[in-house]
């Protein structure tokens, strides 16, 4: 398992990853890999899934102990069983156990109040789901409002 200090200082975000070129994308993933990237960011809106599933693969060829995992939970939080609902289809697609930092995507993706939205992520946290919690897109007073009662340890800024 990859610690906060162990993440190499650059990141693999997903977003754009060319699955109509998969061989080509997972040997890029392969080589900065192999250079030292450890930290991968996935979202379930890149492609619909299939960037997961693609991480996945790779996941499975690089060995989940090597990785520090990202995601985010998305736009359809309307219920707070929602949030536990996203992320067990996001372990399930990527075949893993728990991810190690598990954020809202924005602020706007939750109908819930954002306390209660992070109180259940946190719950992730006490089930083994996650190790940490993110945050992104947002402004300075809701990291703040968030951070005081739940340690935000990734931000990603707008």
């Known amino acids: 398992m990859i610690n906060l200090e162990e993440i190499f200082p650059l990141g693999m975000g997903t977003f ?3 699955l ?3 061989e080509a994308s ?3 993933l392969m080589d900065s890999f192999k250079l030292g990237q450890n930290y991968i960011d996935t979202s379930h809106l890149y492609e619909n899934g299939k960037v997961m599933t693609f991480i996945g693969e790779f996941i499975k060829k690089v060995g989940r102990e090597n990785l520090f995992i990202t995601t ?3 736009p359809t939080v309307e219920k707070i069983t929602d949030i536990e609902e996203q992320l067990n289809q ?3 697609i990527m075949n893993i156990d728990y991810v190690d930092c598990l954020m809202l995507h924005s602020v706007i993706f ?3 109040p954002l306390m209660q939205t992070y109180k259940e992520m946190d719950r992730m946290i006490k089930l083994g789901k996650a190790k940490t919690l993110g945050l992104s ?3 300075y007073e809701q990291l703040k ?3 005081e009662k739940y340690p935000i340890s990734i931000y990603e800024g707008v």
Do not use: C, G, P, W
């Open 72 to 74: 985010k939970i998305e």
């Open 137 to 139: 897109n947002s402004n």
């Open 26 to 28: 997972m040997n890029a």
């Open 16 to 18: 754009r990853i060319d």
């Open 145 to 147: 409002e968030i951070n």
């Open 110 to 112: 939750t109908k819930l």
């Open 90 to 92: 996001y372990l399930e």
């Open 20 to 22: 109509t070129q998969k």
